[in-house]
């Protein structure tokens, strides 16, 4: 790998979450791994024993692919510095890098399961919540 000097005068993120790395110089492998559940209620219900990653979605195999085709690749860098001024980030969430350098490698995975629990019938809901205000 060619090496190329980055230079950042400033870098403001404002939030960095859930598995993510801040990079700072160079490094041959990166690997990132997050998972987590989504879960989206229409009323407030709280289980004692939730938040089970037993889900197929978080030990199914994720297989690699496979690359049968030679790539060439040729660079000209006439600059031997990459500069930038500013970097503003809002936020680095699940499993992602922000890297001032360079890397050989990344793997990032990040396996997600969303539970959505709707009310079927609207008028029950609203005697639910009517008879909770009452309690």
Do not use: W
């Amino acid at each position: 790998m060619e090496k190329r000097l980055s230079i950042v005068d400033s870098v403001n993120i404002s939030s960095i979450k859930d598995g993510s790395v801040v990079e700072i110089g160079d490094s041959f492998t990166i690997r990132l791994y997050s998972k987590a559940l989504a879960v989206q209620r229409e009323q407030e219900l709280f289980l004692e024993n939730e938040g089970s990653f037993h889900y197929p979605i978080f030990y199914r195999h994720i297989p690699s692919p496979i690359i049968t085709e030679r790539v060439f690749m040729a660079r000209n860098n006439e600059c031997p510095k990459i500069e930038v001024n500013k970097v503003s980030i809002f936020g680095v969430s699940t499993s992602t890098v922000f890297q001032i350098g360079s890397t050989n490698t990344i793997q990032s995975e990040a396996r997600v399961k969303h539970i959505r629990h709707l009310i079927k019938d609207r008028d029950t809901s609203q005697e639910v919540e009517a008879n909770n205000n009452h309690s």
